[in-house]
């Protein structure tokens, strides 16, 4: 089963609608969650963390579900400036691979005008 | 300004020549990573570091190595690529393993 996993879409949706991905992790122990945006070919940056109480920052809006283990991202009347990639990061624990935080392969979200 | 510094960005080289992809943060972070990132399989981790002299291979060590002399350094050095290195490269840091990851802007490598 793999670690992290993410609708790769992508996710045609109007100006002005509001859309909702899903992100999946598989070890139950994880504690730390983000939602990260990609551009095309730029580095990823941090959109916003994922508390266990849920948060809001803006049009933004991420959830955190530990017994059944998925993260959400809602985003609110849509921008064509969030056409992205969107990325779910968990993270995971040393002991042989990898350390740190572990990301999603993307969802990739295309706002049309 | 807080940042992540990656050189170069661009490099076409051929296969067998040795290079170093540069990384340098000014955060005073002591966790640093390398991940490379392929169409259709996502970011994965190359090799990380927790502090000075201390590294640890990822996912796909494999052709790589790394150094951490000093803190704000984390080199990246291929000592023979082949084609099947040719990616988008990203250098990362943070103040721990699970928290906020700063990355750099990327290297984009082609091995001919």
């Known amino acids: 089963r793999k670690e992290v996993e993410q609708d790769p879409g992508p996710f045609n949706v109007p100006e002005g609608a509001t859309v909702a991905f899903n992100c999946t992790y598989s070890n139950s122990a994880s504690q730390s969650f983000f939602w990260y945006r990609q551009d095309c070919r730029k580095e990823p940056k941090l959109l916003m963390s994922v508390y266990s109480s849920g948060n809001e920052d803006g049009r933004f809006t991420a959830q955190l579900n530990r017994a059944s283990q998925y993260i959400s991202l809602l985003i609110r009347d849509s921008k064509l400036s969030d056409s992205a990639t969107y990325l779910c990061?968990?993270?995971?624990?040393?002991?042989?691979?990898?350390?740190?935080?572990?990301f999603g392969k993307g969802t990739h979200l295309i706002i049309q005008p | 300004e807080a940042q992540v510094t990656q050189n170069p960005r661009y490099l076409i080289t051929v296969t067998g020549k040795k290079l170093t992809v540069t990384c340098s943060q000014n955060?005073?972070?002591?966790?640093m990573s390398w991940y490379r990132q392929d169409p259709g399989l996502g970011l994965r981790q190359i090799y990380y570091s927790m502090n000075v002299e201390v590294t640890d291979k990822g996912d796909v060590p494999e052709g790589y190595k790394v150094s951490r002399k000093e803190k704000r350094n984390f080199p990246l050095i291929l000592e023979s690529p082949s084609p099947n290195q040719t990616s988008l490269y990203f250098c990362?840091?943070?103040?721990?393993?699970?928290?906020?990851?700063?990355f750099g802007q990327g290297t984009r490598l082609t091995v001919v």
């Open positions: 990362a840091s943070s103040y721990g393993r699970n928290t906020e990851a700063f």
């Open positions: 990061v968990v993270n995971s624990y040393s002991g042989g691979g990898a350390d740190g935080l572990t």
């Open positions: 955060m005073n972070h002591e966790y």
